[in-house]
C-alpha cells in the first residue's frame, strides 16, 4: 500500500505540471515581473537575420504550450512536443484550448488562413507526434488519473486506439525512423539514497505489430535521428536540478553526453531531415535589457559548433524543422503582452549557420 500512495504521489505533481502547460507562460512572465519586460516587438536587434511568421492568433485562440516555470535562477518547462507538421509542410498541427477542453487542431499553412479544424475530440490532449507519412497522429491522454498514449488516423478513417495501458506516467511518443516501434517516456517512482521517493524516467518502445514492449535507457523526450540507429534523449540531472542533451545507441548501448551544464539546461531536441544539425531549447542569460529567458539553438548532430537563434525576451520553445531544413517552426510568446503562445516559423539563415 506505501508503495502505491507514494506513486500517487508523484502522479498528482506530474498532473500539475500537466495542467499548468495550459495557462501558457503567464505564470512565468509574471514570476520575474522584477526584471526588465520583456520586448513586444516581433524581432528584436540580435535576430537581424531571422525572418518571422506568426500561425496563430493569440487574441483569438488560445495555444497550449509548455509550462514554465522558475526558482533560485533555474528555468524549468515542461517537456515533449506540442505541435509537428505533416510531411509534405502543408499542415500544421497544435495543441488549443475550444471550450475549456485540449484538443490537436489542424490548420493549413498559410500566412492568411485563421481557421483551423479539431482531429481529436477529447478534455486533455497533451504531447503529440505524427506519422511519416502522415496518415495518424500518436497523442498523450491526460484526462485520467492515468495519462496513456493513443493513436488517431488524420482522415478520419479509423478510430482511437489506445498504444499504452500501463500502470504508469506515459509521455513523449515518438515514431522510430522505419515507423515500426513506438518510443516514449514512462515516469516510475523510486526511492533516493535518503529514502525520499523521486520520479524517475526512461525510455520504452513497443512494436506496432506485435505489442512487445522493451525497456530501453534512462531518459525523457525521445527523438529519432534520420538514417541512423540513434535517439536523442533529454535526461534530468538530479545533482544539479537541469536538463541535459544525450545521444544514445541503442543497440551498442553506447551513450555520449551532447549537452550538459550546471548554469543552464537543454532540452526539446529536433533533427534537422538530413540527420545533420539539431535544434534545440536552453536558457540565455539575463542582460540589461533581457530578463533571462528560453531560446532556440542550432548544433551539429555530434553537439559540435552550437548557435544560438532567437533572442527575444519571450519564452521561444519546440521547434521543429520543416521538411528541407530551410525553416523551423516553434512556439513563442513573443509580441504578446499577456505573455500567451503562439505558433511562429522561422527562416534558417545560412550567413549565420556555418556548420
Not at 14 to 21: E, G, K, P, Q, R
Not at 172 to 180: A, E, L
Request: some cysteine; aromatic content about 10%.
Amino acid at each position: 500500500m506505501k508503495k502505491k500512495k507514494n506513486y500517487f504521489k508523484i502522479l498528482s505533481i506530474s498532473t500539475i505540471v500537466a495542467a499548468f502547460s495550459l495557462t501558457g507562460c503567464a505564470a512565468f512572465l509574471e514570476s520575474l515581473q522584477s526584471q526588465p519586460k520583456a520586448p513586444q516587438d516581433v524581432i528584436v536587434s540580435e535576430e537581424g537575420p531571422l525572418k518571422l511568421t506568426r500561425f496563430t492568433d493569440p487574441s483569438s485562440e488560445a495555444v497550449v504550450g509548455p509550462g514554465i516555470y522558475a526558482s533560485s535562477g533555474k528555468i524549468r518547462w515542461t517537456l515533449g512536443k506540442f505541435m509537428d507538421l505533416g510531411p509534405n509542410d502543408e499542415k500544421l498541427y497544435y495543441l488549443s484550448i475550444r471550450n475549456g477542453n485540449t484538443n490537436i487542431y489542424e490548420k493549413e499553412i498559410s500566412e492568411n488562413n485563421k481557421s483551423s479544424s479539431p482531429k481529436t475530440f477529447r478534455s486533455s490532449i497533451g504531447c503529440l507526434t505524427v506519422s511519416q507519412n502522415g496518415k495518424e497522429v500518436l497523442f498523450v491522454d491526460n484526462s485520467s488519473s492515468n495519462p496513456n498514449i493513443f493513436s488517431t488516423s488524420l482522415d478520419g478513417s479509423t478510430g482511437l486506439t489506445q498504444v499504452t495501458s500501463d500502470y504508469g506516467l506515459e509521455n513523449h511518443p515518438c515514431y522510430s525512423n522505419d515507423g515500426k516501434t513506438i518510443y516514449y517516456t514512462v515516469t516510475e517512482s523510486t526511492a533516493d539514497i535518503n529514502g525520499n521517493n523521486v520520479p524517475r524516467y526512461y525510455i520504452w518502445g513497443v512494436d506496432i505489430k506485435t505489442g512487445t514492449r522493451t525497456q530501453y535507457i534512462e531518459g525523457m523526450e525521445p527523438t529519432t535521428i534520420p538514417n541512423s540507429e540513434e535517439l536523442l534523449v533529454t535526461r534530468f540531472n538530479y545533482t544539479n536540478g537541469f536538463f541535459e542533451i544525450w545521444k544514445v545507441d541503442l543497440n551498442k548501448g553506447k551513450e555520449t553526453n551532447l549537452f550538459s551544464s550546471t548554469e543552464t539546461s537543454y532540452a526539446n531536441p529536433d533533427v534537422s531531415p538530413d540527420g545533420k544539425k539539431i535544434a534545440f531549447v536552453s536558457q540565455s542569460p539575463k542582460t540589461k535589457t533581457l530578463r533571462a529567458n528560453l531560446d532556440i539553438f542550432v548544433c551539429n548532430v555530434d553537439g559540435t559548433q552550437k548557435q544560438q537563434l532567437t533572442y527575444h525576451g519571450g519564452a521561444d520553445l519546440c521547434p521543429i524543422w520543416n521538411k528541407d531544413g530551410s525553416y523551423i517552426y516553434f512556439i513563442s510568446s513573443r509580441a504578446n503582452k499577456d505573455g500567451n503562445f503562439s505558433v511562429w516559423k522561422m527562416n534558417v539563415p545560412k550567413s549565420n549557420i556555418q556548420l
